[in-house]
């Protein structure tokens, strides 16, 4: 029918334009111009026609949908009991003043760390010293006296008792002289241990009583960590166990501060088939991906991707990655983002370029 009508047109067509022809001719310029223009009016519509049929014969395409895609991967997933747990030191002191004094150094800055036998601060000890040195004297008149005393006793000169009499005045100033020494050193504060140092609490020139507070010092390696698990899981546990902490205070790092998680990594493994959680969509009815396939056109030949919804179950999730148990096998291909627009058996585009990359431990940058 469409053909028919189209010879028809094309004839009137080429009728008219005779006529006009033999018109202008004939020099009946009007009535020529009136058959150009209807000429020229029914090959513009012959044109629009042919277009029309041409646009009727051809298949309904849609176009193309972009999409991100992210493959069906087989990884070692072992199973991981969680828990929020606290840190504790395994040492820990408030390094204090043993004697009263006055401050004559602080060698160390706030925050910064300690080795074991390092200076802290430095109490004055000038009136200690020049007593020491007196008693130091002493000592040496008494070490004299005593060596005297022992030539004469053993002349039969003295008796024993005045011998022992210089031993025992020259013990007692010997013992004046090692307490002095003793004091000289408590005067000396140093670190008890490896740690890290807190804020200082006194100033130079200050003065302080015995037993006041200078600085807090805490071990932080090894440290403690104290997290609690359900009585359920106690046969699971024991010594030698592999633990895995992760705190936001250091990303990607040993634990310094507050600790946020504790995972408790149990020896056996076993294969788990992981997607990204973005490729997920769920409903009540249940959850499914878009799994991208190859579909090959019969008439043409050409392969194009299309897309299959397919129901799973979903297993365990770790950051942005999410186990499935069933529904999918190792080497396929999902959608990874944006299924929300999607359906059914519809032709896919894959672009990857922008896709986010998936972590089992995401760390994000304002995390």
């Not at 740690?195 to 006041?212: E, F, P, T, Y």
Request: proline share 5%; net charge neutral; glycine share 6%.
């Amino acid at each position: 029918m469409m053909t028919t009508v189209a010879l028809i047109t094309t004839i009137v067509t080429v009728a008219f334009a005779l006529a006009a022809f033999v018109l202008f001719k004939l020099r009946a310029t009007t009535a020529g111009a009136v058959f150009l223009v209807l000429t020229l009016f029914l090959a513009l519509a012959n044109v629009k026609a042919f277009q029309f049929r041409k646009m009727a014969a051809s298949p309904m395409t849609m176009p193309l949908t972009t999409v991100t895609s992210a493959p069906v991967k087989e990884e070692d997933w072992p199973p991981i009991l969680s828990s929020i747990g606290s840190l504790s030191a395994v040492q820990g002191a408030v390094v204090a003043a043993e004697l009263a004094g006055v401050v004559s150094k602080v060698a160390f800055e706030n925050g910064s760390t300690a080795k074991q036998g390092d200076m802290l601060v430095q109490l004055d000890t000038s009136a200690e010293e020049a007593q020491l040195r007196t008693a130091e004297a002493d000592v040496e008149l008494a070490r004299a006296d005593l060596q005297r005393a022992r030539d004469l006793a053993a002349r039969k000169v003295i008796s024993k008792a005045e011998q022992d009499a210089a031993e025992s005045k020259f013990n007692r100033l010997q013992a004046v002289v090692d307490q002095m020494r003793s004091n000289i050193r408590k005067k000396t504060l140093v670190a008890p241990f490896d740690g890290q140092l807190g804020i200082r609490q006194v100033n130079v020139g200050q003065s302080i009583d015995a037993r006041q507070p200078i600085v807090a010092l805490t071990s932080l390696d090894p440290i403690y960590v104290d997290f609690a698990l359900p009585q359920q899981q106690l046969s699971r546990l024991s010594n030698g166990l592999e633990v895995r902490l992760h705190t936001d205070a250091a990303p990607g790092q040993e634990f310094k501060g507050t600790l946020t998680a504790i995972e408790v990594e149990l020896p056996e493994k076993h294969k788990t088939l992981v997607i990204p959680g973005s490729a997920i969509s769920y409903a009540p009815f249940g959850d499914s991906v878009f799994v991208i396939e190859k579909k090959k056109d019969e008439k043409t030949g050409k392969e194009t991707e299309t897309i299959r919804q397919q129901f799973v179950r979903v297993g365990e999730g770790r950051g942005d990655l999410v186990a499935i148990t069933d529904g999918l096998k190792p080497g396929e291909t999902v959608v990874s983002t944006g299924v929300f627009k999607l359906r059914n058996g519809m032709p896919v585009t894959i672009n990857n370029e922008l896709a986010p990359k998936p972590q089992a431990n995401p760390t994000p940058v304002d995390s």
